[in-house]
């Protein structure tokens, strides 16, 4: 069977989906906010993955949802009170792309933003991973 012709599913199903917002300073601006001086953590459920391809579903309560692309680290082992001098490459089993779907009216709305964060289909991953073996040439990361 051609690649073409198969359906991809969603490639994990991990435990939970930590993020990090307002971490890009840019985007942070662009909505009035300002970057935080701790990183800002919410959680996605995996509920709201999507495979590659897949349709986002617009929420009937939703007046304005927007999305966002980021960078994926998919993580390959339980990482818990690591030194400030510990790899955590060590612990990274790959990364890949995704689509962080937002109903930004909501979010503004609540305060918090898992209900703006986490309907179904609004965590679409992409078709593409890259694994701990080709790390190496991924782009050095850069706290902003």
């Known amino acids: 069977m051609p690649l073409s012709s198969a359906k991809l ?31 800002l953590l919410f ?3 995996s509920s709201s993955l999507l495979e590659p391809g897949g349709v986002v579903e617009m929420p009937a309560v939703s007046e304005r949802v927007d999305f966002e692309g980021e960078l994926v680290l998919v993580i390959g082992r339980r990482a818990t009170k690591m030194k400030a001098d510990e790899d955590w490459r060590a612990f990274v089993r790959g990364y ?11 979010q503004k709305k609540d305060g918090q933003w898992t209900r703006a964060k986490g309907f179904d289909t609004f965590a679409r991953l992409d078709r593409w991973s890259a694994t701990r073996s080709t790390r190496k040439r991924v782009w050095r990361l850069k706290r902003v």
């Not at 969603?10 to 906010?33: Q, T």
């Not at 890949?96 to 909501?106: K, M, Y």
Request: charged share 25%.
């Open 9 to 39: 599913l969603v490639p994990v199903m991990p435990s939970k989906i930590v993020c990090v917002g307002r971490n890009y300073r840019d985007h942070a601006k662009e909505l009035g906010n300002e970057v935080p001086a701790e990183p």
């Open 43 to 45: 959680f996605k459920p």
């Open 96 to 106: 890949t792309l995704a689509n962080d779907v937002t109903a930004r009216d909501l």
